[in-house]
């Protein structure tokens, strides 16, 4: 292949490069986040930038001119923490560790997103009067920030009719770039601005053909989940046809704010704390954040960072727990003052059946606007696997695996997995196949999303997926040729049961800190209708190029911003709700069984789902309005919660805004954090107890004068006592406490497994249940 001269030209720079670096050891700098001391800055410097680029000029290596060093420094945070990033070889980031005043020195990491009929399945009805929308006014004075991939500002889900000017407390701006003006903010969308910096440092320039260097959105996921938190009503929404109705989001009224932070090649910690710094300064009242990345410690993980940052200044913050279900410890973004939002199920899907040679019809879902298949008409059906020269390439239907010869006019069954869905389809497509078939494998069990294909295709699950297998075996060595046809059924609603928790939703327990029991709970996310920019096909494949003012995408990406969503419209109602009081009210009124009135099921297994999947539960707007009771938490019970995790004063620093030299008091352990979820986890030695209390305090935020009285659900073979068992408030905001003991018996396992079981406790005052997950897990050490 021919090197075009401008690749020769930059083949010669590099060559050069390597030579004159020959004389000094090659310097590879990547981006460090540094947290200093607040109060730390000398006086000499006017301000905390000028410290920092002094800093960056005194450290810099003989190689490199001063005026270069301190041109390395990326973003500037004062509101998140105290601090920078920058670009430091690994000398520089021993000095600048040594350097007076510095906390703490966090290498960069790299995230990724966790990729309507859900208002209504969530009984937040438009015409009644009653509900959560009306009583809070929609929630027109409180701003969610999006930290995403930016927004298509010109859809008619962010249009502000009827709307008034911004919240008085309104610090953003709406900040131009690459086919982005200024005034393309309105009353709807008042913020908007984009973080690349780290982004460049570590994938070089940008490609601005392929994205804008503006908060403009060329990826889809950023205007889809600011439009599930926040879409206005829009009518009539559709996807290529399906799920025909109103669209709007949770909160039609909220304001919106974009952060985008994430780029083609994925989110950087250091612009994902430059987007919280701004969220923080700003004033929004909410943040959603559909991105993740591999769990950590608390004092190394940039989101649980600026999390904590953002919740100790009021604001609720809202995580996708990830998409690496349907396996345990799973679940990503887990600190106790993130909330931590799962997938689910709603009541709306898009069967498409596989008619078989045999007779046989095997249920799918899909979703595909082009001309159907025939229905009366079987087409020629094949394996990918059983095809052409590499038989584990070709059966994921990789880019070039696909023998045009074998595979024209003909339906092809490919196994999920490695490549996206719809790309798989375009591949079947390229080499001329009629339709594409999409099997599970085993691991991802029966949970079936319905992507926006580019050719007539289902998905089946790894059952179904078997079964079309044998059948095209069978097929081939009865010399009859295998035959099919793909029979789309449209939109299907009333679907039950619903909620089942989403396969790929990402399961407990908690890698980091197990006696928090994660995720927070679940909201719908799968195929979820929302806004799609312009400019992006509804398969997210580049040579797509159909345009839809509406997309269906599934992930606990979709998830979170449907909480988020509720937070701002539950803060419009409360005010004076810290995020945990939200947190509180949105948990204890989670519900756990399904259409059926049974325990929801798992969709990847069609059994029953358990807490480690779903936490407290699916959520419930209308009962999260009126709680009763709030399971509240203050920063300083974080930082008790970090002491009694036996992080060192210096990592609890690093975590938490304000310097906190020591632990106020040792509490007796992790479990005390005033969490609406009880968990407990054993290691069986021996004779060693297996018992341990709980220490909570309720406030009363409903009517002054209440009893509430404890029902338990003890968890089999557990011993579960409240004490005191009634509490009598005589004010709203009055706190009382209460004690909680669970007792286990040593039960027989093999080394290196465990067992987990759950019930419950409620306070009930007659109108209103209170109830707490109680999970207990027994663990025998190897
Ligand atoms: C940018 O992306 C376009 C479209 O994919 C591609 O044709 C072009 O070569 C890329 N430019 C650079 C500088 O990589
Ligand atoms: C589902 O439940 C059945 C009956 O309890 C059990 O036999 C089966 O192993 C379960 N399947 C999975 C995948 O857990
Ligand atoms: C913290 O350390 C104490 C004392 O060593 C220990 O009893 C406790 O289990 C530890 N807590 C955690 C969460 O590791």
Not at 74 to 84: A, E, I, K, R, T
């Amino acid at each position: 292949m021919a090197i075009p001269p401008l690749s020769t030209f930059s083949l010669l720079i590099s060559l050069l490069f390597i030579s004159s670096s020959a004389l000094n050891p090659p310097e590879y700098r990547k981006t460090f986040i540094v947290r200093v001391q607040r109060d730390a800055k000398p006086l000499v410097y006017p301000t905390h930038n000028h410290w920092y680029e002094s800093t960056l000029r005194s450290i810099s290596t003989a190689s490199d001119s001063a005026d270069a060093a301190s041109g390395r420094m990326l973003h500037s945070y004062d509101n998140v923490f105290q601090g920078f990033a920058a670009e430091l070889s690994a000398i520089e980031v021993e000095k600048v560790r040594s350097s007076p005043g510095v906390i703490a020195v966090l290498p960069e990491q790299v995230r990724h997103l966790h990729t309507t009929r859900s208002p209504e399945f969530l009984g937040l009805k438009t015409g009644n009067s009653a509900g959560l929308l009306k009583e809070s006014d929609f929630g027109s004075d409180l701003v969610i920030g999006v930290i995403d991939t930016g927004i298509w500002p010109e859809r008619e889900s962010f249009n502000d009719r009827d709307l008034g000017p911004p919240p008085a407390k309104w610090r953003g701006k709406c900040v131009a770039g690459e086919k982005f003006p200024a005034n393309l903010c309105n009353r709807k969308l008042i913020g908007a601005r984009y973080f690349c910096s780290g982004y460049e440092a570590s994938n070089g320039k940008m490609n601005e053909t392929t994205e804008f260097r503006s908060p403009r959105d060329s990826d889809g996921h950023g205007t889809h989940t600011a439009s599930i938190a926040a879409g206005r009503y829009v009518f009539p929404a559709s996807t290529l046809g399906y799920a025909r109705g109103v669209a709007a989001g949770m909160a039609p009224k909220a304001r919106l704010a974009a952060y985008k932070v994430c780029w083609n090649a994925g989110c950087y910690d250091s612009d994902i704390l430059a987007a919280f710094d701004a969220a923080i300064a700003d004033g929004v009242d909410v943040i959603s954040l559909s991105v993740g990345g591999v769990v950590v410690p608390y004092y190394l993980d940039a989101i649980a960072i600026g999390a904590f940052s953002a919740s100790d200044a009021g604001i609720f913050v809202s995580a996708s727990a990830g998409n690496g279900g349907p396996g345990g410890l799973t679940v990503t973004n887990v600190a106790p003052w993130v909330t931590t939002v799962g997938a689910g199920t709603i009541d709306r899907d898009f069967p498409a059946v596989v008619k078989l040679g045999n007779g046989r019809e095997v249920s799918g879902v899909s979703i595909y606007g082009g001309p159907a298949l025939a229905h009366d008409k079987l087409y020629p059906l094949i394996y990918a696997g059983s095809e052409g020269s590499d038989g584990y390439s070709s059966s994921l239907c990789l880019d070039g695996s696909l023998d045009p010869n074998v595979v024209k006019g003909k339906i092809v069954l490919c196994d999920r997995g490695i490549n996206s869905r719809a790309v798989k389809g375009e591949v079947v497509k390229k080499a001329g196949g009629v339709g594409m078939i999409l099997a599970n494998g085993v691991f991802d069990g029966e949970g079936l999303v319905a992507d926006c294909h580019v050719l007539p295709a289902t998905a089946v699950g790894a059952v179904a997926g078997d079964e079309i297998r044998k059948y095209i075996q069978s097929a081939e060595k009865s010399k009859s040729p295998a035959k099919a046809t793909i029979i789309s059924r449209g939109t299907r609603l009333n679907v039950a049961p619903a909620p089942v928790v989403a396969a790929f939703s990402a399961r407990g327990p908690n890698p980091e800190t197990p006696e928090i029991l994660k995720p927070d709970l679940i909201a719908p996310g799968l195929n979820i209708l929302a806004a799609w920019p312009d400019n992006v096909g509804p398969s997210g494949i580049a040579s797509d190029k159909r345009s839809t003012e509406f997309n269906i995408l599934s992930g606990t990406s979709m998830a979170c911003p449907h909480v988020s969503g509720l937070a701002a419209l539950l803060k419009a109602a409360h005010p004076e709700w810290s995020p945990a009081a939200i947190r509180s009210a949105l948990m204890t009124t989670a519900y756990s069984h399904d259409s059926r009135g049974e325990t929801m099921l798992d969709e990847s297994t069609g059994n029953a789902s358990t807490v480690m999947d779903y936490g407290a539960g699916h959520v419930h707007p209308q009962k999260a309005m009126d709680p009763g009771l709030v399971y509240d938490i203050s920063s300083y019970d974080y930082v008790d919660f970090l002491c009694s995790s036996n992080y060192t004063a210096k990592n609890i620093q690093v975590v938490t805004r304000k310097a906190v030299a020591v632990c106020r008091r040792r509490r007796a352990h992790i479990g005390n954090l005033n969490y609406p979820t009880l968990a407990a986890v054993f290691q069986q030695y021996g004779k060693h107890r297996l018992s341990t209390h709980f220490i909570r305090t309720v406030t009363n935020v409903g009517d002054p004068d209440s009893v509430y009285t404890v029902k338990i659900q003890a968890p089999a073979g557990v011993v579960v006592t409240v004490a005191p068992e009634r509490l009598a408030f005589r004010r709203v905001g009055q706190k009382l406490n209460f004690v909680v003991r669970v007792r286990t018996e040593a039960v027989k396992l093999s080394p290196g497994s465990s067992v987990v079981r759950s019930g419950s406790i409620s306070w009930s005052d007659g109108k209103r249940d209170v109830r707490s997950a109680v999970v207990v897990t027994l663990q025998q050490p190897l």
